[in-house]
């Protein structure tokens, strides 16, 4: 099987051999070859040499292949469900009605947008000169994206890079790299240009690090953890390339006292539970009302209880493994440990008697602000809580973080909501839920969460440069100004 995508066609490159696994049952999904640094300067090559074409394309001849590449999606939808549920194990009925549609409705979103270039309006500020701006696309982007979803992932990156006239080099995680090369195929049969969309499957310290420090890219883009990031970013910086990094999170879940508590409860399971819990704003700090707190406390731990936990292709699976067994083991050990630091396992903690890498959904109460589970990030199926005496301390303890992803607050309270979403340090702050997204609004982080944005038209700006163009219109050839240079007596 191909394991990279490159000028417009399946390669089956020269690294060691790599097996995908399913991480419901440990069964073999597929088995590639990985890429190698060889690899990556061909891809870069191709993107290079793509680029021109594809920049000079009209928006509308780019937003044609983009909405076809949306129509080929849905026609694959089923296809690209399966693909990527077999390789993350993530439920069905997540990838059918979250992933994959609004991954499709990104597409399309961008198809839009490459149409719609904006900037300042041309006129003679200076009185002797016409200014204009122009918006061209800033070159080849390398993008390296995680294993949590991949394909919205790589769209979210891909995609608006696209649209603006760049063309890519991605590297998914080599444990899930299926549907990246599914999207690549599919925008090639959509009539994207040969080399504009390339994909090179392999490991982070190989092929990550040879990409994101690639001399002949104009744009690094990230999504994964912060540490890792900010090694992508120092390999970036070696040649002066611009980055965008999204990258981790710890977002509170703020229940202020007059909160509707059952919408809370609801509203942190599914906040909590998303994907397992492997989601950058997944909700993992409950931070609760003191007068709420027993009854949240007990009301998460009862529903967390009722989640059917299995076969991620049952339709009825509401919560499939973890990425891999050492993820699992890694977020088991952080449970287990919680104890030593005052926490108090209310539901789960243990791993259940099931094939694959599972973890029962699990609430700690009572955690203090020092502890790991409280200030880590656990990307699991984990949910912490501690109560708050009033606003102000709600607030304080929200913002006690490096991280700022994401954020919710709980109240019916219109003063409160407004207050919260001024002073919550977070890149989206939702109020009275959490987790909906949508393609025309940003998301990014700030701190140690990362900077720029992806999704809607804040992400198809970092895919574009601004050029100032300023024409002179007096016709002279001795300028009023160049009195200030020289003067001719
Ligand atoms: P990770 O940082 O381990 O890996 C991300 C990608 O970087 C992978 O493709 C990996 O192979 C590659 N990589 C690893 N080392 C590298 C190196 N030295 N140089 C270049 N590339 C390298 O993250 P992960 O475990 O795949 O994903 C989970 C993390 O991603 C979590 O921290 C989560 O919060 C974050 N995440 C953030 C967002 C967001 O939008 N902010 C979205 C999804 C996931």
Redesign the pocket.
Known sequence: MPSSWIDGAPVVTSGTTHQVINPANGSTVAELALATATDVDAAVASARAALPGWKNATPAERSSVLAKLAELAQAHADEIAAEEVSQTGKPVRLATEFDVPGSIDNISFFAGAARHLEGKASAEYSGDHTSSIRREAVGVVAT??????PLQ?AVWKVIPALAAGCSVVI????ITPLTTLTLARLATEAGLPDGVFNVVTG???DV??A??GHSDVDVVT????????R??MA?AAVHGHRTQL????KAPFVVFEDADLDAAIHGAVAGALINSG????AATRAIVARNLYDDFVAGVAELMGKMVVGDPQDPDTDLGPLISAMHRDRVATMVADAPKEGGRVVTGGQIPELPGSFYLPTLIADVTESSEVYRN?I?GPVLVARPHDGDDDALRQANDTEYG?AASAWTRDVYRAQRASREINAGCVWINDHIPIISEMP???VGA??FGK?MSDYSFEEYLTIKHVMSDITGVAEKGWHRTIFTLR
């Open positions: 390296i994206t995680p294993w949590n979803y992932m590297k998914p995680a080599e490991s982070g310290i990550g690090t990409l994101a990230f999504t994964g953890s912060t540490a890792v990031g090694r992508v390999a999204e990258l981790g999170g492997q989601d950058c704003t990030e990307f992803l998301h990014g982080g969460s990362g992806d």
